[in-house]
């Protein structure tokens, strides 16, 4: 048992930080801190800079462009890059549509796609959820059906995150009614800009548009789109979902979270002292904190496992849960630290690019608006009760 | 031992809840929260014709109820619309300070508020006070003719609608003091107050208000020099009872809103309901509204209690709403699913207004600590 990075984890640590300081621009990192919501042009920008350097697509194999690093060194990555408040790799083409191709496109998908996701020529966008279909993946009614070339798709997508940046969307189409609700669903990609497809935003309970409904009307789509076999996409789908899975813990957001947290706790005061020195706030801090220890070396060990060779299973359910709740209690104390500031609704003054001051303190404006949003994750992704259903399955064998 | 409503109790129950159903529609509550005034002049009307704003004032102040379960009462209804109207602010607050400390001239103002034709707010939190309520900086500097005052109020609720602020200032003491606080009736146009108004979260209005040299006559000042606090604090007392009792009503309604989801909405090919995991946990949403609602009746039959009494009663409800609040919405969001997520939903709204009453009158940590010294330590 050796709880120390090796020299050469070490050294790669030293390397990528080396990189953050030299290249992770202020202006990112300052609305990365604020809470303002980033741009399509702030993502484009991060993503070119890190495909720069090679380091777009930390999972993906040399061969497909990729840096193809192991476990360790992709936890050592994303920690450094979330402790630094870099804005996160919109996942939808790299983690999640780049694996699916690699292991189950054609060649000519392969070869034409693959690049255009790290130049950043596409962005996609996750046509998973139907309304109704929620976590019941398997219940998609969106259809799909063959004529000549083309496929005809009917239906509607819903909580597609980013899809009003995204010109491209990867679908669970049902192409067959025929046994299982499993069998018979397909695996598609889709222009957005083939006629037929309107984009609606959906505005969430903290006033950002940040997820939109998707509605097919006989959209043609060639059958050149195609993923693989017909009827065999819920194979892929769910090797899409095991690829989404990483890095679920959220061990970096959450320490970001925390400092976040104990800064403000620093400023604030509360009976002419600062906040942080109050016992019983104080303590609310260290619980969580103590939590978050225990969680990163639980994740350490998944991800040590899975560096050797080990697929993660339902660890990676447990990891969800637990790390869903320590940074919803995180986002909960920050709200609780900002006091009556927690109150002005200031969704202008977290648009970037906004003059408006916010009310308050600066650290105050996105308090509530962040905690209202990450109420999403112990819902997205896989609910955490599907989450517990997959434990007690997997593990528990009730 | 008796937990019944009075025969006008009820009959005040029954009337506002069918006049809120009725008038009070999702559509209309879009429509005030999108105004600045952050009420419908129509629906603030008709709750005047009802009495429900006399209803949370005393007799001899001109109304005709004013005690703890009418306040309660009242204010469960308004949270079971989540309706957003500052009727905490104009009448508990600023009404209730006047009826205490008010002379008879500063009195007439309530008999128009009682009518529904007047809004006041209480400019007492400042920017690094919390929720300390002694905690006051803003200065009155006696002068000839009066007073000047300087300083600055933070989150006054229903500032940008009301035609008179009711200011605290020191005239006296150190920082933290009790003593030493008084009050002033300020009207909103007065030379040197400045409003920046903005809209909260879960509905409303309200403005950080700077007051550089305001000059005040000596009939602005709301009873005695210095003598402010006992009153405010028990203002503050039956405010803090009306939005615990506010809460109530929006918990109520998000567990209805829960209750019928688990019943209708399918998935893996049945009602979610027939689930045990969520069963159990709608189960213990209900057992802690249970809980909130003998908080409340705790609350309201101790209101006006001498101060001692009062406030461990204060402390012991707002705290336990606080953690029921976050419980009911949380659990109700998560059991929604996305759907719970989204702002065109009903339940947004009251899960919004509902997070956002623990930020007033003390949260639930605050109310901790005040539990600790007043009767564990």
Not at chain 1, 271 to 296: C, K, Q, T, W, Y
Not at chain 2, 352 to 370: C, S
Request: proline content about 4%; some cysteine; overall charge negative.
């Amino acid at each position: 048992m050796d709880l120390n990075y090796t020299e050469a984890e070490i050294a790669f640590r030293d390397e990528v930080r080396a990189f953050i300081k030299a290249k992770l621009p202020d202006h990112l990192v300052d609305q990365s801190k604020l809470g303002t919501s980033l741009t399509k042009a702030d993502y484009e920008e991060w993503h070119a800079i890190l495909n720069a350097q090679g380091w777009l697509a930390p999972n993906w194999p040399k061969e497909f462009g990729g840096a193809a690093w192991n476990a360790v060194e992709r936890h050592i990555f994303e920690d450094e890059m979330t402790k630094a408040n870099a804005p996160r790799v919109v996942p939808f083409g790299l983690s999640m549509l780049g694996p699916v191709l690699q292991a189950f496109g054609s060649k000519e998908q392969q070869d034409y796609y693959l690049p255009r996701i790290l130049n950043g020529d596409d962005w996609w966008c996750q046509g998973y959820s139907e309304p109704g279909a929620g976590s019941d993946l398997a219940s998609v009614r969106t259809s799909a059906v063959r004529d000549g070339d083309h496929y005809i798709v009917n239906g509607q997508k819903t909580w597609t995150t980013l899809g009003q940046y995204a010109n491209k969307i990867f679908c669970l189409v049902r192409t067959s009614k025929e046994g299982k609700p499993q069998q018979g669903i397909s695996f598609l990609l889709i222009d957005m800009d083939t006629p037929g497809i309107e984009v609606r935003p959906i505005v969430l309970i903290d006033g950002t548009p940040e997820v939109n409904e998707v509605f097919f009307d006989n959209v043609k789509v060639p059958v050149e789109n195609l993923v693989g076999e017909e009827n065999k996409g819920w194979t892929y789908a769910k090797y899409l979902l095991t690829h989404e899975r990483t890095n679920i813990a959220g061990v970096g957001f959450a320490n970001a979270g925390l400092q976040n947290l104990k800064r403000i706790a620093r400023l604030e005061q509360s009976g002419g002292r600062p906040l942080i020195e109050n016992p019983h706030f104080a303590a609310r801090i260290a619980r969580v904190e103590m939590d978050l220890m225990a969680m990163s070396t639980t994740n350490l060990r998944v991800v040590s496992q899975a560096a050797a060779g080990q697929a993660p299973g339902a660890e990676s359910s447990m990891l969800k849960i637990k790390g869903t709740i320590i940074r919803q209690e995180i986002n909960a104390l920050t709200r609780n630290a900002v006091g009556p500031y927690a109150m002005p609704f200031a969704s202008e003054a977290l648009d970037e690019g906004s003059n408006e001051e916010p009310v308050g303190p600066d650290y105050a404006a996105p308090a509530t608006a962040q905690y209202l949003n990450n109420r999403k994750l112990s819902i997205f992704g896989g609910s955490n009760e599907i989450q517990r259903g997959i434990i007690t399955k997997a593990i528990l064998e009730l | 031992m008796n937990f019944d409503l009075t025969d006008e109790r009820q009959m005040l129950q029954d009337g506002l809840r069918r006049y809120l159903a009725d008038a009070y529609t999702a559509e209309a509550r879009k429509k005030i929260e999108d105004d600045e005034a952050a009420f419908s002049p129509d629906i603030w009307t008709g709750l005047a014709e009802m009495g429900v704003i006399g209803a949370l004032f005393r007799e001899e102040d001109g109304g005709f109820a004013g005690e703890g379960f009418d306040i309660a009462l009242v204010f469960e209804e308004l949270g079971r619309i989540g309706a957003v109207d500052p009727l905490i602010d104009t009448a508990v607050l600023g009404g209730g300070l006047i009826a205490v400390l008010g002379t008879d001239a500063q009195k007439d103002v309530i008999e128009t508020v009682i009518a529904g034709g007047a809004h006041l707010a209480v400019a007492h939190g400042e920017p690094s006070s919390r929720f300390d309520m002694p905690r006051v900086e803003t200065t009155a500097t006696k002068g000839a003719d009066g007073y000047t005052l300087n300083g600055r109020k933070a989150i006054v609720v229903n500032a940008p609608s009301a035609e008179n602020l009711i200011v605290s200032a020191r005239t006296s003491g150190d920082i933290a003091d009790t003593d030493g606080i008084s009050l002033f009736i300020i009207p909103a146009d007065t030379d040197g107050m400045t409003l920046r108004s903005y809209p909260i979260v879960g509905g409303g209005h309200a403005a950080e208000v700077t007051l550089s040299d305001v000059s005040v006559p000596n009939e602005a000042m709301l009873g005695a020099e210095g003598a402010a606090y006992d009153a405010i604090s028990a203002m503050n007392a039956r405010a803090t009872l009306a939005i615990c009792a506010e809460a109530l009503g929006l918990m109520e309604s998000i567990k209805t809103l829960t209750n019928d989801y688990l019943k209708t909405r399918k998935q893996f090919g049945v009602p979610i309901g027939k689930f045990q995991a969520l069963q159990h946990r709608l189960a213990d949403v209900l057992i802690e509204i249970e809980q909130a609602r003998s908080a409340v009746i705790n609350l309201a039959g101790h209101v006006d209690a001498e101060p001692s009494v009062r406030d461990v009663h204060v402390s012991a409800t707002k705290n336990l709403i606080g953690l029921a609040a976050r419980l009911v919405v949380e659990e109700g969001i998560q059991m929604h699913g996305g759907i719970g997520m989204t702002n065109e939903y009903e339940l947004g709204h009251l899960a919004k207004r509902l997070t956002m009453i623990d930020h007033r009158f003390g949260d639930t940590d605050y109310h901790m600590e005040q539990f600790i010294k007043l009767a564990v330590a």
